[in-house]
């Protein structure tokens, strides 16, 4: 028996106990190593360039205090003081008590205070355990030119031929052939195949987030036709929810947010709009190279009509949701800059470019030119600024509208505004002058004319709420073309030598001409898109195989470098990657590929000998149980209630902007409540959706190319006690009793709906005890007649809701 409705607890329990350990997998993954080093290079290593080594650092000879900071080593010797550094004890750091200046004897640096931000990296980093890749003999920066050539990401893709296999009838097409031969070649057997009830289940989460109705399920079960799972697939491919999944995916890796992350965090009422561009993009299945070029340079792409034109736009609100820091408009604008490379890096190359910001790579084939010629790009381009405590007002946004168009808009407005204006000029002179008058009605000549001067003047500022709206996008624009100047140290105030703006050497050098009049943006578009890349179709590939299977073939999707993982099947990736690009860059195409492939459809069946020789199942001989993310169990809860409101949705309801006036001490702060699916809630940066950080969710803050899970007991009190999770049970529970007449009919349609099976007898028998036994209860604490249905019906909902077969995908 799967289920019992009596131990609603210790399924919760289970559920934490299964995603702990997860959860201890995923503390112990190279991916969680991975985001900690990233954390270092972007975060912590600029801190010592600038602040500390001018005074501190073995590799300049200078050691004040007998103090070294270059090195990790160094740290932890540290000083005439004594240590600087205890890994995972921020309190007992010295390094961390110098720089919040609490000791007038141990100020670092000594003129000046780091930020606030600057601080609190620290104190993170040290927390996480103070990891730091630099040691004291490693004096050259990253690789040479010719050994980066050399690394297996950065050398062309090949088209391997399809291996032999011993069991040729197991495969269903070229995946399983890598595959297998991997098998074989380590004495692996694969599990059997999966049922039809877990593979409609699966294929449904993995494609639109949401689970088969009973209705489609009884459909597959009843079709028999060799080609009957791939109608399933062709069906959940050219559905809406198709690509409000699969572009939510590529949110988390573009860290998209309607806000904009500065220090008072203002809200973006337009980015919604490059959200619906994405999951639209991925529904017509824009082939993957456009894709990227307009997110790059939509702007500067031909375009057949106005609306091509407008939606090319909008697409490059990529760039333009590049994190906001400080509080005016050009607060630490290289810190802007520097995010948009190290998405592009991430997202699009699978890469850590930015790591070059202070200093060449320490670790892959990128130096500081190659980060400065990308940089030379991004500031010759016209970024919007979307407010902030100094300059509350949106400025430079891009017009959805024509010239014309803006101008028909306008007028009435400034028409009224200039009449307004002249009224109250008008009545302020005769204000005056009924000041000047003299006599017995001279004062009620006054009254009466401050009264009309006041009305006017309410009348005027009623205006200033009423402008009309000029349809924008939050995009970007060309600017002032120039190379950018190397920054010492990753510092803007200490500018060397002019850097031409390129493509990183290693990926071919592409140099803008010299009189070059443009950004560079198109190009930078077609040199990533260019085939001979070798890196831009083998990150994507990648990243369609971890969504499908969970794990990726390059288990750190976002750095195919030195300090990520090798591919598991290196083949394999190669041969994804030429079909890719062979079918136009069609992301439905590689689905199919995969989805159809024998491999996928696997089931998740233990084979012990199988374990013993894999147990990572690194060559894929099962299929790995998956929890749902966050927004597949928000979504499944509303849409088994049958409240999920499947509507085109609305933009969120921000104040109006003429009311902005949020501060770094009073920061925008808002929750917007829907029925929608989750990938249309308000994504915010500085203080993040609850209910999706509870449930792991992406940062918007940050590039997320992996979710690593976690387990706390407030996710399983949130199965049981979240006003989400009461007011669905209810409504799933309505849902149960209007589909049949009788307990066991009722019964049989709420397994069907939450699980996709029916109950087994002892299911049946357990459950109408319970309700015996709970309508007994009520009864005697004296529960209206017509409410005790109800209550034992939303009772059984919630306990199906929170078991791990409602949560979990197998």
Same mark, same amino acid.
């Given at each position: 028996?799967?289920?019992?409705?009596?131990?609603?607890?210790?399924?919760?329990?289970?559920?934490?106990?299964?995603?702990?350990?997860?959860?201890?997998?995923?503390?112990?993954?190279?991916?969680?190593?991975?985001?900690?080093?990233?954390?270092?290079?972007?975060?912590?290593?600029?801190?010592?360039?600038?602040?500390?080594?001018?005074?501190?650092? =073995?590799?300049?000879?200078?050691?004040?205090?007998?103090?070294?900071?270059?090195?990790?080593?160094?740290?932890?010797?540290?000083?005439?003081?004594?240590?600087?550094?205890?890994?995972?004890?921020?309190?007992?750091?010295?390094?961390?008590?110098?720089?919040?200046?609490?000791?007038?004897?141990?100020?670092?640096?000594?003129?000046?205070?780091?930020?606030?931000?600057?601080?609190?990296?620290?104190?993170?980093?040290?927390?996480?355990?103070?990891?730091?890749?630099?040691?004291?003999?490693?004096?050259?920066?990253?690789?040479?030119?010719?050994?980066?050539?050399?690394?297996?990401?950065?050398?062309?893709?090949?088209?391997?031929?399809?291996?032999?296999?011993?069991?040729?009838?197991?495969?269903?097409?070229?995946?399983?052939?890598?595959?297998?031969?991997?098998?074989?070649?380590?004495?692996?057997?694969?599990?059997?195949?999966?049922?039809?009830?877990?593979?409609?289940?699966?294929?449904?989460?993995?494609?639109?987030?949401?689970?088969?109705?009973?209705?489609?399920?009884?459909?597959?079960?009843?079709?028999?036709?060799?080609?009957?799972?791939?109608?399933?697939?062709?069906?959940?491919?050219?559905?809406?929810?198709?690509?409000?999944?699969?572009?939510?995916?590529?949110?988390?890796?573009?860290?998209?947010?309607?806000?904009?992350?500065?220090?008072?965090?203002?809200?973006?009422?337009?980015?919604?709009?490059?959200?619906?561009?994405?999951?639209?993009?991925?529904?017509?299945? %824009?082939?993957?190279?456009?894709?990227?070029?307009? /997110?790059?340079?939509?702007?500067?792409?031909?375009?057949?009509?106005?609306?091509?034109?407008?939606?090319?736009?909008?697409?490059?609100?990529?760039?333009?949701?590049?994190?906001?820091?400080?509080?005016?408009?050009?607060?630490?604008?290289?810190?802007?800059?520097?995010?948009?490379?190290?998405?592009?890096?991430?997202?699009?190359?699978?890469?850590?470019?930015?790591?070059?910001?202070?200093?060449?790579?320490?670790?892959?084939?990128?130096?500081?030119?190659?980060?400065?010629?990308?940089?030379?790009?991004?500031?010759?381009?016209?970024?919007?600024?979307?407010?902030?405590?100094?300059?509350?007002?949106?400025?430079?946004?891009?017009?959805? %509208?024509?010239?014309?168009?803006?101008?028909?808009? %306008?007028?009435?407005?400034?028409?009224?505004?200039?009449?307004?204006?002249?009224?109250?000029?008008?009545?302020?002179?005769?204000?005056?002058?009924?000041?000047?008058?003299?006599?017995?009605?001279?004062?009620?000549?006054?009254?009466?004319?401050?009264?009309?001067?006041?009305?006017?003047?309410?009348?005027? =500022?009623?205006?200033?709420?009423?402008?009309?709206?000029?349809?924008?996008?939050?995009?970007?624009?060309?600017?002032?073309?120039?190379?950018?100047?190397?920054?010492?140290?990753?510092?803007?105030?200490?500018?060397?030598?002019?850097?031409?703006?390129?493509?990183?050497?290693?990926? =071919?050098?592409?140099?803008?001409?010299?009189?070059?009049?443009?950004?560079?943006?198109?190009?930078?578009?077609?040199?990533?898109?260019?085939?001979?890349?070798?890196?831009?179709?083998?990150?994507?590939?990648?990243?369609?195989?971890?969504?499908?299977?969970?794990?990726?073939?390059?288990?750190?999707?976002?750095?195919?470098?030195?300090?990520?993982?090798?591919?598991?099947?290196?083949?394999?990736?190669?041969?994804?990657?030429?079909?890719?690009?062979?079918?136009?860059?069609?992301?439905?195409?590689?689905?199919?590929?995969?989805?159809?492939?024998?491999?996928?459809?696997?089931?998740?069946?233990?084979?012990?000998?199988?374990?013993?020789?894999?147990?990572?199942?690194?060559?894929?001989?099962?299929?790995?149980?998956?929890?749902?993310?966050?927004?597949?169990?928000?979504?499944?809860?509303?849409?088994?209630?049958?409240?999920?409101?499947?509507?085109?949705?609305?933009?969120?309801?921000?104040?109006?902007?003429?009311?902005?006036?949020?501060? /770094?001490?009073?920061?925008?702060?808002?929750?917007?409540?829907?029925?929608?699916?989750?990938?249309?809630? %308000?994504?915010?940066?500085?203080?993040?959706?609850?209910?999706?950080?509870?449930?792991?969710?992406?940062?918007?803050?940050?590039?997320?190319?992996?979710?690593?899970?976690?387990?706390?007991?407030?996710?399983?009190?949130?199965?049981?006690?979240?006003?989400?999770?009461?007011?669905?049970?209810?409504?799933?529970?309505?849902?149960?009793?209007?589909?049949?007449?009788?307990?066991?009919?009722?019964?049989?349609?709420?397994? /069907?709906?939450?699980? =996709?099976?029916?109950?087994?007898?002892?299911?049946?028998?357990?459950?109408?005890?319970?309700?015996?036994?709970?309508?007994?209860?009520?009864?005697?604490?004296?529960?209206?007649?017509?409410?005790?249905?109800?209550?034992?019906?939303?009772?059984?909902?919630?306990?199906?809701?929170?078991?791990?077969?409602?949560?979990?995908?197998?």
């Amino acid at each position: 028996m799967r289920w019992t409705v009596s131990v609603t607890r210790v399924l919760c329990l289970g559920w934490l106990l299964l995603g702990a350990g997860l959860a201890r997998a995923a503390d112990e993954s190279p991916e969680v190593r991975e985001q900690k080093l990233d954390f270092f290079e972007k975060r912590i290593r600029p801190i010592f360039a600038v602040y500390c080594y001018e005074c501190h650092s =073995g590799e300049s000879g200078k050691s004040e205090g007998s103090l070294v900071v270059d090195t990790r080593d160094g740290l932890l010797k540290g000083g005439d003081s004594g240590p600087a550094l205890v890994a995972g004890e921020p309190d007992k750091s010295l390094i961390l008590k110098a720089v919040r200046h609490s000791d007038e004897s141990l100020k670092m640096p000594p003129q000046k205070k780091l930020s606030s931000g600057e601080i609190s990296d620290l104190e993170t980093w040290i927390r996480q355990g103070a990891i730091d890749p630099r040691k004291a003999a490693a004096r050259k920066y990253g690789m040479s030119l010719d050994e980066g050539r050399k690394f297996w990401s950065f050398q062309p893709v090949k088209d391997p031929p399809l291996p032999a296999v011993k069991n040729e009838a197991w495969t269903h097409n070229a995946v399983d052939r890598f595959v297998l031969a991997r098998m074989e070649e380590a004495n692996v057997t694969p599990a059997p195949a999966a049922d039809k009830r877990t593979l409609l289940r699966r294929v449904t989460f993995d494609l639109t987030g949401l689970p088969p109705t009973p209705g489609e399920m009884e459909s597959f079960l009843a079709d028999d036709s060799p080609h009957a799972f791939e109608t399933v697939v062709n069906r959940l491919l050219g559905s809406p929810r198709y690509g409000e999944r699969w572009g939510r995916h590529w949110l988390d890796v573009v860290r998209y947010s309607d806000t904009c992350g500065n220090a008072s965090d203002y809200p973006i009422p337009q980015a919604y709009k490059y959200r619906d561009w994405v999951i639209a993009a991925f529904n017509r299945d %824009m082939p993957y190279d456009q894709f990227l070029r307009e /997110q790059l340079a939509g702007d500067l792409l031909p375009a057949a009509n106005e609306t091509e034109k407008y939606d090319r736009t909008i697409a490059t609100g990529y760039l333009a949701i590049a994190r906001r820091f400080g509080g005016d408009r050009m607060g630490e604008f290289h810190l802007t800059l520097e995010d948009t490379i190290d998405n592009v890096g991430k997202a699009m190359l699978g890469c850590t470019i930015s790591c070059a910001r202070c200093h060449d790579h320490k670790f892959d084939p990128f130096t500081m030119s190659d980060y400065y010629g990308l940089y030379g790009i991004f500031s010759s381009t016209r970024y919007p600024f979307p407010g902030a405590e100094v300059g509350k007002r949106q400025e430079d946004f891009v017009p959805l %509208m024509t010239a014309e168009e803006i101008e028909a808009l %306008m007028k009435p407005h400034r028409e009224k505004v200039a009449a307004a204006d002249a009224e109250v000029k008008m009545l302020e002179a005769a204000e005056a002058e009924a000041k000047k008058a003299t006599g017995e009605d001279a004062a009620k000549k006054v009254v009466a004319a401050t009264k009309a001067l006041n009305e006017a003047r309410q009348r005027r =500022g009623a205006l200033n709420g009423a402008e009309p709206v000029v349809k924008t996008a939050y995009a970007v624009a060309e600017s002032t073309p120039a190379n950018a100047k190397l920054q010492v140290r990753g510092d803007p105030k200490r500018p060397g030598e002019e850097v031409p703006r390129h493509f990183p050497a290693v990926l =071919g050098g592409n140099t803008l001409p010299g009189d070059a009049r443009t950004s560079g943006r198109l190009q930078l578009a077609e040199w990533i898109t260019d085939p001979e890349n070798p890196l831009t179709a083998r990150v994507m590939v990648n990243r369609l195989w971890q969504y499908h299977f969970g794990r990726g073939l390059v288990s750190t999707p976002n750095d195919f470098g030195t300090r990520g993982q090798a591919p598991t099947h290196p083949a394999l990736l190669d041969y994804l990657a030429a079909r890719f690009m062979e079918s136009g860059w069609s992301i439905k195409s590689m689905h199919r590929l995969i989805l159809l492939s024998q491999t996928w459809q696997l089931a998740g069946t233990e084979i012990a000998e199988s374990r013993r020789l894999d147990p990572n199942n690194e060559l894929y001989w099962r299929f790995n149980r998956l929890r749902l993310d966050a927004e597949s169990i928000r979504d499944s809860l509303l849409f088994v209630s049958g409240a999920l409101d499947e509507t085109p949705p609305e933009p969120h309801p921000f104040p109006p902007q003429h009311t902005w006036g949020w501060s /770094q001490h009073n920061p925008f702060v808002a929750n917007y409540e829907t029925r929608r699916r989750s990938v249309y809630l %308000m994504q915010q940066r500085l203080r993040r959706n609850a209910y999706l950080a509870l449930f792991d969710g992406a940062d918007p803050s940050s590039s997320t190319g992996v979710r690593l899970l976690s387990t706390t007991p407030l996710q399983a009190l949130f199965a049981m006690n979240d006003p989400l999770a009461h007011s669905t049970s209810t409504k799933f529970a309505e849902r149960i009793i209007a589909a049949a007449a009788d307990d066991a009919g009722r019964i049989t349609f709420a397994w /069907q709906a939450a699980f =996709g099976r029916s109950p087994e007898d002892e299911e049946q028998k357990q459950t109408l005890a319970f309700f015996q036994k709970y309508r007994d209860k009520l009864t005697a604490l004296k529960t209206p007649a017509n409410e005790v249905d109800l209550k034992v019906w939303s009772a059984l909902a919630r306990s199906l809701m929170s078991a791990n077969e409602f949560l979990f995908v197998d």
